[in-house]
């Protein structure tokens, strides 16, 4: 008889693709379902005064205004609305010394869509990111590269040509998507009035359930803040995932067609059983062992319908999340055309702005995508390897 087995080098692939995906999986599975609109920031400008002085300024007021236009816009669909801008490889000095962080310019509710564990102190509250205070909050790790095993609580520290008051740290990891090490949390309002240069200015918002505001948010945002890039966490996460969401399906429904026979084989046997019972026995002694047979075959019938119709509705759920990319009709030419070329468009945009989560969410998609291939070709591999053994032959008289 043949015995199909897999070689060393096909378990190892598979072995590999699946480490990759269970990674990815784990990453994403951490995503909120957060939308993001980013922008470049604009530029800092040198304004010159009558008495021959000279001062930055900055367009961020108007932008920063604009959140409470669009939430009123978008109240109904949005519990949360926050805006904040990144600037990466800016100095941060305190106690004689001086690190690179990422300096988080934040405003009302950030924290409440990109969380931190407060790990001494507390987080601006609202007063202080409305005025625009000097107070910051630091990643502990930056912290500790500044003042060391000492506490950085009520002491100073220099960003740019400011000071600014250290009133609590955070317990952040490092994660892919983000340039800096560690970070330091200073008002968003106090950059504007500092005049430093930022380089991406991000929307975040927290939907409602349900309430598909990918197109009414994108459109809000392009209004207020002009052309950017939009982002949806969730719908990137589906996006990287869905090579391996199509193989799980498949071996999802290949498994559950190699239940079929044994579920055939099981009703045989019900009926054999029921009319052995039916020729030797009364009604009232096969009737009951009659009924819970059939109940038990209806039973394992039903979890295997329920089982195909929970893969069929993973397999489908992208069509109703990707709803873009599902023509008119299927069988006309225009329209697959239409879907086609509005793809493409947006493939093709000249200025792109990536935020620390969307570069996360597409590291965490090619290792995803990488793994499903991987596992793919272990299978093609080991499919057709197959070991022969013959059944020893009886021993001659």
Request: hydrophobic share 45%.
């Amino acid at each position: 008889m043949r015995k199909r087995r897999f070689s060393r080098t096909a378990r190892l692939l598979i072995a590999l693709g699946v480490v990759l995906q269970i990674a990815a999986l784990a990453a994403f599975s951490a995503n909120d379902a957060l939308l993001e609109y980013a922008i470049c920031a604009p530029d800092v400008q040198t304004v010159s005064t009558a008495d021959g002085s000279s001062h930055a300024e900055t367009e961020l007021e108007p932008l920063i205004e604009a959140r409470d236009d669009v939430f009123e816009q978008l109240g109904d669909g949005l519990s949360v609305l926050a805006c904040g801008g990144v600037k990466s490889g800016a100095s941060v000095s305190g106690n004689g010394t001086t690190a690179d962080a990422a300096l988080q310019a934040v405003d009302l509710c950030w924290l409440e869509t990109c969380p931190r564990r407060i790990a001494e102190g507390r987080w601006m509250d609202g007063s202080e990111l409305k005025s625009g205070a000097r107070v910051a909050v630091l990643d502990a790790d930056l912290a500790f590269k500044l003042f060391g095993s000492e506490s950085a609580l009520e002491r100073t520290v220099r960003i740019g040509e400011a000071d600014y008051r250290v009133i609590g740290t955070v317990r952040h990891r490092r994660s892919v998507g983000e340039r800096d090490a560690c970070s330091a949390y200073v008002p968003l309002s106090a950059v504007a009035a500092q005049g430093i240069q930022l380089d991406i200015l991000t929307m975040y918002a927290l939907p409602l359930a349900q309430t598909g505001m990918d197109q009414s948010f994108t459109a809000a945002m392009r209004d207020a803040w002009g052309s950017g890039s939009f982002y949806n966490l969730r719908r990137e996460a589906m996006g990287g995932m869905l090579l391996s969401r199509l193989l799980l399906c498949a071996l999802g429904m290949a498994l559950l067609w190699r239940l079929v026979n044994p579920l055939r084989g099981l009703a045989k046997r019900f009926r054999g059983e029921i009319a052995e019972m039916q020729r030797h026995g009364y009604l009232r002694s096969y009737l009951l062992p009659s009924v819970a047979r059939i109940f038990m075959l209806m039973l394992c019938a039903a979890a295997w319908l329920a089982a195909v119709y929970g893969v069929l509705c993973v397999a489908i759920e992208p069509v109703y999340t990707f709803t873009e990319c599902v023509p008119e009709s299927l069988v006309e030419l225009s329209a697959l055309r239409t879907v086609f070329w509005s793809r493409a468009e947006d493939a093709a945009q000249l200025v792109k702005v990536v935020t620390p989560e969307a570069a996360r969410s597409a590291f965490w998609g090619s290792a995803a995508r990488l793994g499903a291939v991987l596992t793919l070709l272990g299978l093609a591999l080991g499919r057709g390897r197959s070991d022969k053994s013959c059944a020893p032959q009886a021993a001659e008289n």
